[in-house]
């Protein structure tokens, strides 16, 4: 069987296009799924490092106040503020708190004191962005250690938050 020039020319297109995709789908496709894997870690790290100025900057602004000004609340203190504020605003944005879980153990940071608190809170995405608004104006320094959100099969927003109070 003889083969023309012009199909020798075909088949060499065909192998070369053959040769593009296979190269593309699994050389290049893979790398530009690894790349939007690393650029979403590194927004997860930008986040975080955020999330690290701003209590840092928080904690300087508590220790440049005066401290004969400043009159430390004992932890029973700190505890009840904290709860009460949180129960109040719950209430009021109408969200169904889950569970609220003070960890009493004190740690110490520089000259000041944290305490841990663990809250699970349902309800809309608008009340939960409320929610989370009226712990940044709170009266006592709330720094949000974490923060989670999930949604249920009736588009209930759950939200997961641990909170360090300083004191």
Same mark, same amino acid.
């Given at each position: 069987?003889?083969?023309?020039?012009?199909?020798?020319?075909?088949?060499?297109?065909?192998?070369?296009?053959?040769?593009?995709?296979?190269?593309?789908? =699994?050389?290049f496709t893979a790398q530009f799924k690894a790349i939007g894997v690393l650029k979403d870690e590194i927004k997860t790290v930008e986040l975080s490092l955020l999330t690290a100025r701003a209590k840092e900057k928080q904690?300087?602004?508590?220790?440049?106040?005066?401290?004969?000004?400043?009159?430390?609340?004992?932890?029973e203190e700190l505890a009840l503020d904290?709860?009460? =504020?949180?129960?109040?605003?719950?209430? =009021? /944005?109408?969200?169904?708190?889950?569970? /609220?879980?003070?960890? =009493?153990?004190?740690?110490?940071?520089?000259?000041?004191?944290?305490?841990?608190?663990d809250l699970i809170v349902e309800g809309s995405y608008n009340q939960v962005y409320k929610f989370m608004s009226a712990i940044e104006q709170s009266p006592n320094l709330l720094v949000v250690d974490s923060f989670k959100l999930g949604r249920k099969k009736n588009n209930t927003i759950t939200s997961s938050v641990a909170i360090s109070a300083y004191y």
């Open positions: 069987m003889k083969v023309s020039k012009r199909e020798q020319w075909l088949l060499l297109g065909a192998l070369c296009i053959a040769a593009a995709y296979i190269l593309q789908q =699994y050389v904690l300087k602004s508590v220790q440049a106040k005066a401290p004969e000004k400043i009159r430390r609340k004992t932890k904290v709860i009460s =504020y949180l129960a109040d605003n719950i209430a =009021y /944005l109408d969200l169904n708190l889950v569970s /609220l879980k003070p960890h =009493y153990s004190t740690t110490t940071v520089k000259q000041a004191s944290l305490m841990k608190f």
